[in-house]
C-alpha cells in the first residue's frame, strides 16, 4: 500500500513561486503595459495549475516506477526554465519601474525617448514571447502526458506544528551505548602500555549510521576525560585524505587560531612541539585510507606526547582499524529493537511524554517502525524527528506501511528516505541543495539561509516574516529532523554538518540539477554547480561548462590545505559573464581577482555574489545594475577603496559585508538601501560630504556586525540620537571609533551617550574617543548579553566606567587611556548602589583581562567589599604600564596565565604579596626598558608554573628562583638577556620538555655534567646565543629529537659522545645556521648513527663531513646550503632515501650538477626547490626524468639559467615555478607533462612576455 504523500511533492514549492508570480498585480500590469502575449501568461498559470494537482501523486509513484521518475526528471527541467523566464521579465519589470523613476527626476525632454529605449532591450519582446510560446508547449505536453501514464489529481496532506519544546533534541541522552561508553573509556584510562611511542590507538568501527561518531562525541565530552587528558582535538578526516588539511586542523582545534602555513613539514613539527610531553586524545573521525605508509605519516608529530595519550579513530572499514589500533578494535553492533524504539520515541515525543504517554496503539506502531530501522540509530532518530510532527496513529500507520521500505537502493537507507519524503515541499528544495557541499564540510547556517534566498527557496508568501527569519525556521527544521547536526567541536554552536547518509541522501534526491565537480557525471541541464578549488584552477577545469546555458550556482569551495588559489582569468572574463541565469556566484580566497570584468552587469538574476578575501580595487560600474543582488560579501578584501557610486540602485540589497576592506568613504546613494540587514561598516562623512551619521536611521533591522568609523566627524550630537542605534535589537557586535581625539571632549560626550546600544549587545568596542568621561549606560547591568568589552585609545578619559557590573562579561581590554592615574570602586560598581549590597559580586563571569599602554596608571585599588572581585579569571595581561607598582589583586583563585611586557616598577614586587602567583602555570615578562629587577619571580615557595618567557632584562644577572622551584617546568624561553653569564652549577628543573636561548651571547651554556639528567628535553634552540660554544655533541641529550642552532659565533662543528651507543640516538629533526664568521662547518660524527633523524637542514659557506656520508635511512626532509662539501654528492647516498620527500638545493651549482648528471635522487622525491645558484645556465635532464613521483619543482634566483632541457620533466608534475630567472628564454613546450597544473612565472622578464597570456 502507498502512503499518502504529507509532505507534499518536490516540484510543488516551484510551481506555486510561478503561480504567485504569474497572478502578482505588478507582474500583470507589465504585461499589459507591454506587448507582451497575455494569452500565453494565462495559458502557462492553466497548465500548472493542471499539472499542480498531480505532482503529489507522480511523487509517490516515482519510487516504485521509473518512467515517472523520467517524466518528473523532464518536467523539473521544464520548470525550471520557466522560473528562469518569468525572472527575467520580472527583471525588465523592476528596470523599467527604476529607470523611469530616475527619468523624472531628469530632464523632462528625455522622458519619452528613455521610456523607449527601455522597451527596446536586447531581450526584446519578441523573443520574450517566442520563449513563452515554446514553454507553454511543454508544460502542455507534460499536461497530456500525465493522464496517459495514469496520474491522479491528490491534495497533500497538512503538515502539523511541531510540539513546543526545543528543535535539537540533546545529544547526550545516549541510548544503547552505555557499555560501548564503558568500554572505550576504559581503553582510554587505562595505565597499561600501549606502544613505543606512547600513543594509544582505540578504533571504533561500524557501518554508516551505526553512531560511531555520536560514540566519539561522547567520551571526547565526559568530564573524567576531559580531567585525564592534558590537550584535547578533534579532526574530520573524511574519504578525502589530506594530511595537510587534518594537521591544520588539529593544529587549529589546540590552539584555537588560524595556521596560514602550507608547508607540511612546518605543521608536522609545530603540532609535536605543541603535543610533546602532553597527555593528548585527539580524534580523527572518519578515516578511510588503510594505507600503513600513509597513517604512519599522519601520527608521526604524535610520537613524543605523554604516555597514556590516545587517538580514537572512527572508520567503517576493517581494514583500516587493523592498520591503525593497539588495543582491541570495538565494533559497534546494530541496537536492539527495544533500544530503536526508545531512541525513536525520545526524539518523536520527547522524554516526558515517553513516560506519561497512554496511546498504546501509537506505541505498538512506533515499535514496528522502529523495527524497520534495521538497529541504525541514524534511522531511529530521523524517523523520529519525522513523527514529532506527525500527532494522528494514521499518520504514524501510513509511515510503517510505506512503498519506501521496499526500495532496493543499497546505497540509501529506506529510513532517511522516509524522512525526506514526508518534508513539505519548500524544505525538499532546500535540503536537496545541501548536495552541493562536500561531505563534512563545516555548514554556517547564516550563510546557507542567503544561499536558500538567493536560489528562491523560501516562500516569500508566508506573511509577517523576513525571508531570513523563514531561512532560520527551515534550517532549524532540518536540525530538528537530524538531517543537519552540529559541530561537536564548535563551541560557539555556529557550524552544523551533515551524516555521510544524508549527503548520499541529499544527492540522490537533488538528481542531475545539483553537482559537485569532483563526482563528475556533469550534464548540460545542471543548475547548481560547485568544486573544490586547488592552488591553481585553469580553465581547462570548467572548459565543459561553456556551453551549459542553465546554471544558477557557481560556487568554489576553499580547502584549508590552500590559504589562497589562482582563478584562470578566461573563466572570470568569458566563461561566467555566458551565464545569463546565474543567481549565486562565490569566487572567495582567489588572490589574483584584481577586477571583474563589466560584463558582469549582464548577469541580471544574480543574487548573491562574495568576492571576499581578494585582491579586488573596485567593482565595475555595471555591478549597479544587478537589481536582484541581495548579498554582496566583500569582507577581507584589503585593495578595495570604494564602493560604486550608483550603488543606490541595488534596490535588493539586504546583506553587505565590507569588513576588512579599505574604503574611506560609502557613496551617499547607499543611503536609499532600506532593507539592509547586515552594512558591517558605516563611514560618517565630513559635513555635507559623505553621510551623516542620522542616516543609519533608515536601517532599521540591521542586525549581527557593524562599525561605525570616523565618528570625530559628527557635526550635531542630535544625528547621533537620530541614528537610533537603541532600537536596532539584532545588532550583536558594535564597535564605534572616531578618526582623531577631538578637543571637544562635551560634544564627543554627548555623541556616545546619544549612541546608546541596544541592550542585547554581545560585544563593544570603543576607539579613539574624546571625552573625558564614559556616559552612564557603559557598565549599566542591563547589558546582561555582553561578554566582551574593548576600551582602547580613549587619552582623555581619567576614570573608568563601572565594568565590573557587567555580570556576563567573559573579555575586557582597555588600551592606550593615557590619563588614567588609579582604578578605584568605579571600575566595579557605581558607589551608592551596588557595592552598598553584601552579595554583590564584581566581574562575577570575567575571564580575561588585559591593560595595556597605560603610561601614567599607578595605583589599582582593591575592591573592598566581602565577595572576590575576580572569581573566574583566568588569565591576565600588563602591556606598557611603566608606573605600575605592586597592587595586583591579592586573591585570584583561578589565576593560571600571566604576561608582563614594558611593567619595571611591577616587576620588582615582592612575590609574597601575590598568594596567587605559586599556582600561575604560564608567565610571560618583557622588560622592554631594560631596568627591571626582578624581584617578582624571586620566590622560594614551590611553584607550578609550567611555562615561563623572559626577555629584555637587562639587569637580570641569574636565573629567577620561582623558574628553579618550579616542580613541573615544561618550556622555557630565554631571550636578549645580555648580563646572564651563567646557569647554577645544578642546572635547570629537569622536567623542560623544551629550553629556547636567544641573543644571549654572553651565557655558557648548561653544565656537561647536567645533560643526561634532562630526560624529558625534546627541544633545544640556541640563536645566537653562547658564544663560548664551539662543538656541540648530538646525544648530550638523552631524549633530545630537535635541535635548531642559529648563528652561534663560535660553533663550528658537531659530534657524538664516544661513549655513546651507535643506535642512542633519538634526534628527529637538525638545523644548523652557521655563523657568518665560520668558514668550515664540521659534521665531526658518521651520520647513519642519527637512525631517527627525519629532518636535516644544514646552512654553512663550506661543508665538511670528516667521517664520510651515508645518510640516515629516515630522512624525509633535507636542506642544504653551500657552496662546497666534502666529500663529494656522489658519496651521499641519496638515491637510497626512500623516504625522501622534500629537497631543497641553495648556492650549490657543483652540487646540483652533480645530481642531476649521476641521476642520484631518489624517485620517492616529490618536492624539488633549487635557490641561488650563480653559474649554471642548464642541466642534464636526465636527472629528473625518473623521478616518478616528483610534483613540485621550483627554481628561484637562478640568475644564469638559460634553458630547460627538451623532455627533463617527469610525467607527473603538477606545478612548475620559475622566480627570478632573469636569463631564462623558453621553456620545452613540446615536452611540458599533460599533468602540468600551475606554470609560474615572475621576474623572468623573457618568458613573462610570451607566456603570460597562455595557459596550461
Known sequence: MAAALVGGAFLSASVQTLMDKLTSPEFRDYFTRTELNESLMYEMETSLLTLEVVLDDAEEKQ????????????????????????????????????????????????????????LSTSNSNEEINSEMQKICKRLQTFVQQSTAIGL????????????PS??????????????????????????????????????????????????????????????????????????????????????????????????????????????REKRFLFVLDDLWNDNYNDWGELVSPFVDGKPGSMVIITTRQQKVAEVACTFPIHELKLLSNEDCWSLLSKHALGSDEIQHNTNTALEETGRKIARKC?????????????????????????????DIWNLSNDNILPALHLSYQYLPSHLKRCFAYCSIFPKDYPLERKTLVLLWMAEGFLDCSQGGKKLEELGDDCFAELLSRSLIQQLSDDARGEKFVMHDLVSDLATVVSGKSCCRLECGDITENVRHFSYNQEYYDIFMKFEKLHNFKCLRSFISFSSMTWNYSYLSFKVV???????????????????????????????????????????????????????????????????????????GNLVGLRHLDISGTNINELPVEIGGLENLQTLTLFLVGKRHIGLSIKELRKFPNLQGKLTIKNLDNVVDAREAHDANLKSKEKIEELELIWGKQSEESQKVKVVLDMLQPPINLKSLKICLYGGTSFPSWLGNSSFYNMVSLRITNCEYCMTLPPIGQLPSLKDLEICGMKRLETIGPEFYYVQGEEGSCSSFQPFQSLERIKFNSLPNWNEWLPYEGIKLSFPRLRAMELHNCPELREHLPSKLPCIEEIVIKGCSHLLETEP????????????????????????????????????????????????????????????????????????????????????????????????????????????????????????FPLDGFPALQTLDIYKCRSLDSIYILERSSPRSSSLESLTIKSHDSIELFEVKLKMEMLTALERLFLTCAELSFSEGVCLPPKLQSIEISTQKTTPPVTEWG???????????????????????????????????????????????????????????????????????????????LKSLLLLGCEKLESLPEDSLPSSLKLLAIEFCPLLEERYKRKEH
Open 374 to 402: 534495521g538497529g541504525l540509530p541514524i534511522a531511529a532518530k530521523t524517523l523520529g524527528g519525522l513523527l514529532r510532527s506527525k500527532v494522528d496513529i494514521t499518520e504514524w500507520t501510513s509511515i510503517l506501511n510505506s
Open 166 to 275: 526545543s528543535s535539537v533534541v540533546n545529544e547526550s541522552v545516549m541510548v544503547g551505548r552505555k557499555d560501548d561508553k564503558e568500554t572505550i573509556m576504559n581503553m582510554l584510562l587505562s595505565q597499561r602500555e600501549t606502544t613505543n611511542n606512547n600513543i594509544g590507538v582505540v578504533a571504533i568501527l561500524g557501518m554508516g549510521g551505526l553512531g560511531k561518531t555520536t560514540l566519539a562525541q561522547l567520551v571526547y565530552n565526559d568530564k573524567e576525560v576531559q580531567q585525564h587528558f592534558d590537550m584535547k582535538a578533534w579532526a574530520c578526516v573524511s574519504e578525502d585524505f589530506d594530511i595537510m588539511r587534518v594537521t591544520k586542523s588539529l593544529l587549529e582545534s589546540v590552539t584555537s587560531r588560524n595556521w596560514d602555513i602550507n608547508n607540511l613539514d612546518i605543521l608536522r613539527v609545530e603540532l609535536k612541539k605543541i603535543s
Open 63 to 118: 519510487i516504485l516506477k521509473p518512467r515517472i521518475k523520467q517524466w518528473l526528471d523532464r518536467l523539473k527541467d521544464a520548470i525550471y526554465d520557466a522560473e528562469d523566464l518569468l525572472n527575467k521579465i520580472s527583471y525588465n519589470a523592476l528596470r523599467c519601474k527604476l529607470e523611469k523613476k530616475q527619468a523624472i527626476n531628469s530632464e523632462m525632454e528625455k522622458i519619452t525617448d528613455q521610456f523607449r529605449n527601455l
Open 912 to 1031: 609574597n604579596t601575590l598568594h596567587w602567583l605559586s599556582s600561575v602555570k604560564k608567565i610571560n615578562i618583557d622588560g622592554l626598558d631594560g631596568r627591571t629587577q626582578l624581584s617578582l619571580l624571586e620566590s622560594d615557595s614551590p611553584c607550578m608554573m609550567q611555562e615561563v618567557v623572559i626577555r629584555e632584562c637587562v639587569k637580570l644577572l641569574a636565573v629567577p628562583k620561582l623558574i628553579l622551584r618550579s616542580t613541573c617546568l615544561t618550556h622555557l624561553k630565554l631571550s636578549s638577556l645580555p648580563s646572564l653569564t651563567t646557569f647554577p652549577s645544578s642546572g635547570l628543573p629537569t622536567s623542560l620538555q623544551s629550553l629556547e636561548i636567544v641573543n644571549c651571547e654572553n651565557l655558557s651554556f648548561l653544565p656537561p655534567e647536567t645533560w643526561s639528567n634532562y630526560t624529558s628535553l625534546v627541544s633545544l634552540e640556541l640563536n645566537r646565543s653562547c658564544d663560548s660554544l664551539t662543538s
Open 152 to 163: 491522479q489529481h491528490t491534495v497533500s496532506g497538512r503538515v502539523s506544528h511541531r510540539l
Open 573 to 647: 572574463n568569458d566563461l561566467l559573464p555566458s551565464q545569463k541565469r546565474l543567481r549565486v556566484l562565490s569566487l572567495s580566497r582567489y588572490k589574483n581577482i584584481i577586477k571583474l570584468p563589466d560584463s558582469i552587469g549582464n548577469l541580471v538574476q544574480l543574487r548573491y555574489l562574495d568576492i571576499s578575501f581578494t585582491k579586488i580595487k573596485s567593482l565595475p560600474d555595471t555591478t549597479c545594475s544587478l537589481y536582484n543582488l541581495q548579498t554582496l560579501n566583500l569582507s577581507r578584501c584589503d585593495s578595495l577603496t570604494e564602493l560604486p557610486i550608483h550603488i
Open 1134 to 1212: 641519496l638515491q637510497y632515501l626512500t623516504a625522501l620527500s622534500y629537497l631543497t638545493i641553495q648556492k650549490g651549482d657543483d652540487i646540483f650538477n652533480t645530481l642531476m648528471k649521476e641521476s642520484l635522487l631518489p624517485i620517492s622525491l616529490l618536492y624539488l626547490r633549487v635557490f641561488d645558484l650563480s653559474e649554471m645556465k642548464s642541466f642534464d635532464g636526465n636527472g629528473l626524468q625518473h623521478l616518478s613521483s616528483l610534483q613540485y619543482l621550483c627554481f628561484f634566483f637562478c640568475h644564469q639559467l638559460e634553458t630547460l632541457p627538451e623532455n627533463c620533466l617527469p610525467s607527473s
